[in-house]
């Protein structure tokens, strides 16, 4: 009776460990599944997008728009599927640490909050789409033309809006997805083209005509403008159909004020060129202020005219008194000497 119990006793160590040994394997051969999977899927997904993108490029070294749209698909594809195929290979993992889930999200959300906020910046441009590859934006205090976005950032070739002339700088700038999130963002793709440019001129108020300055003005702004006007009015009919807003004619405006001093400021406001709007406004500049200068100098030499013929005039009104005096101190000596004899 001993006997058979002892061996009882023997035979359920036996199968527990048996039992044990199976889970043990069992555990491992799936450990060692999961990861073997992983670096499959893994493998799988970046071989298919490098094909992708190369067929996508061909051999052109300069990528148009829609080329450079379709790599960005196929890359946000790529990291789409990479990361459903960890979640549903890991997925029964996952569910052995439900108990500690919360302590483990605590931390990775602590460790992880910036790149959480990429994501959440990510999925606010998806779904809202304020950009797309190609447009003009500013984010915050970088402004550039969208070459790249992918789900951690936004890579921009920076363009000289705050100087005004809207040329490449050569700067490329990496912004976080999660700047969406707190910064405004602003679409500039209707100025790619053609943008309402205004400037000023300040000249010394002087003895000059201001309606004739302002029509004059306003001849030298339609010479430079006429080029353009053609396809300034129909880009301006296409920003209205796209925006359903009116906007401004964009024929060459002419605005007149006056300073504190006294002083006279031009105003011109135009549709022109984006890339050729800065040298136009110079142009235009010089040219408006180079008559003023010769205005104001004609007014001078008018000035110093009259004031050399006033001269002129005194000059002639004295010479007869001047000949009267000798002769009326001829006329006395000859009198005093009358006397004497």
Known sequence: MAKTSSETIHSAALVVDQVGAGISSGISSYLSNGFISTIVVMGVLIGLRYVFIRLIRGKDELLSEDKRRWIIRVKNMVWTMMVLSIVLIWAPELRTFALSLTAIAVAVVVATKELILCFSGSFMRMSTQPFQVGDWVRLGNVSGEVVDISIFSIVL???DHDGKTFGYTGKTISVPNSLLLTAPVENMQVMKRFLFKEFS???????MDVRDLAAHLRVIA??????????????IRKVERKVGIKLDKPDPEIYVRTTDLGHLVFTVKAFLPTREAHKIATAISSEFLSHVNTLRTQIE???????????????????????????????SSKQETAKTA
């Open 201 to 207: 001129m300040t000249i010394n108020y002087a003895d």
């Open 301 to 331: 030499q008018a000035k110093q005219d009259k004031a050399d013929k006033k001269d002129k005039q005194s000059r002639a009104e004295q010479a007869p008194k001047t000949k009267e005096k000798p002769a009326k101190k001829a006329v």
């Open 222 to 235: 339609a010479r430079h403008f006429e080029p353009n006007q053609k396809e300034a009015l129909a880009r």
């Open 157 to 159: 070739e920076e363009i």
